[in-house]
């Protein structure tokens, strides 16, 4: 059964860093699955934040870009989001996603809080 566990949330200060993580189990062939990061704000949908292709493509939502970098490391099945200068709207739960039609797979989440 393929897993994704993310990790690397916590509180922060605005102006913060934080770096997540996600680790991919029983994935087969990793590096052709497109993968993301979505992130759910109390009260709000959820929301696509950041884009690796396989082919090393790279997008992020508007609110982000030049704040955050998506990267991945296929060699270890993982998938970064390092997150600079964090603002109180970054406030959310975190989601990596691997996304390889038919195949959907989604990780539980972990709490990113940016409050002073």
Same mark, same amino acid.
């Given at each position: 059964? &393929? %897993?994704?566990?993310?990790?690397?949330?916590?509180? #922060? !200060?605005?102006? @913060?860093?934080?770096?997540?993580?996600?680790?991919?189990?029983?994935?087969?062939?990793?590096?052709?699955?497109?993968?993301?990061?979505?992130? %759910?704000?109390?009260?709000? %949908?959820?929301?696509?934040?950041? *884009?690796?292709?396989?082919? @090393?493509? *790279?997008?992020? !939502?508007?609110?982000?870009?030049?704040?955050? *970098?998506?990267?991945?490391?296929?060699?270890?099945?993982?998938? /970064?989001? %390092?997150?600079?200068?964090?603002?109180?709207?970054?406030?959310?739960? /975190?989601?990596?996603?691997?996304?390889?039609?038919?195949?959907?797979?989604?990780?539980? @989440?972990? !709490? &990113? *809080? #940016?409050?002073?």
């Amino acid at each position: 059964q &393929v %897993q994704l566990v993310e990790s690397g949330g916590g509180l #922060v !200060q605005p102006g @913060g860093s934080l770096r997540l993580s996600c680790a991919a189990s029983n994935i087969d062939k990793f590096s052709v699955y497109r993968v993301n990061w979505f992130r %759910q704000a109390p009260g709000k %949908q959820r929301e696509l934040v950041a *884009t690796h292709t396989n082919n @090393g493509i *790279t997008e992020y !939502q508007d609110s982000v870009a030049g704040r955050f *970098t998506i990267s991945r490391d296929n060699a270890r099945n993982a998938l /970064y989001l %390092q997150m600079n200068n964090l603002k109180p709207e970054d406030t959310a739960v /975190y989601y990596c996603n691997a996304f390889l039609y038919p195949n959907d797979y989604w990780g539980r @989440g972990t !709490q &990113v *809080t #940016v409050s002073s």
